[in-house]
């Protein structure tokens, strides 16, 4: 299950959107799920390309630590949490260009006929509903920016069934099926709507957290693997989607390894 609310606080020193050297403010991006793996990825190669980066999770240390490393903004948001969500939009303010819904997560692994309703919840409150709060709450900056963007990091388990997986692809193809109603809602508005959908990325929480802290099974994941995905390349594609003209949106990314064809079909290195 998600931690239990607490009070929405965004870290105190969060500054102000700064300026760029010729006083102009600088493009204004949000990444939730900064703390760690592709959203931490995600927020640095942002700051890097020239913008304002708030860096929202809830592990306040981390965040800040990240925000210190690129100028950017710290705050504590727990996205299933409607208070939270209020005061990141607070801390944001009146224009926002970029919004990555990232914050999500996997938990469990069992069969349908076993599964943990708990843990399903927790799923779908933070890849569907948290996605759908943060979104409302930053919408209006991003209409008043005039040439906003929405980045939904869902994944190839929104596309395809498969054993095991049936909370998260569930919850996944909910992230899916709400970028494609955002789209379809938004058109008109200076606003692109983007998902990119990943398949094995290797990060140092995901499949951790999945098998309930289990290292040796979260290793099977990628047992063999010469190379996965890592938080860093899908970064780079948050970050081309970002830098394209304002006419030009990428409807949805889907990325994997060369190793793997399919979610059923990856090459593994025997021996490995």
Known sequence: ??????PATPVPSAPAAPSDASGS????????GASSGIGAASARALAAAGFDVVCAARRVERIEALAAEIGGRAVRCDVTDAADVAALAEVVGGELHVLVNNAGG???????ERADADQWRAMYEVNVIGLLQVT??????LRAGGDGL????????GRIAYEGGGGYTAAKHGTQVVTETLRLELCGDPIRVSEIAPGMVRTDEFALVRFGGDQAAADKVYEGVAEPL????VADAVVWIATRPSHFNVD?????PRAQAAQHKVHRVSGS
């Open 1 to 6: 299950m998600s931690t239990p609310a607490t």
């Open 25 to 32: 403010a600088r493009r204004t991006a949000v990444v939730t």
């Open 106 to 112: 996997a938990f469990g692994s069992e069969p349908v």
């Open 136 to 141: 409302q709450a930053l919408l209006p900056a």
């Open 150 to 157: 929405i980045v939904n990091i869902g994944s190839t388990a």
């Open 230 to 233: 890592v938080a860093e390349d």
């Open 252 to 256: 949805e990314m889907v990325i994997r």
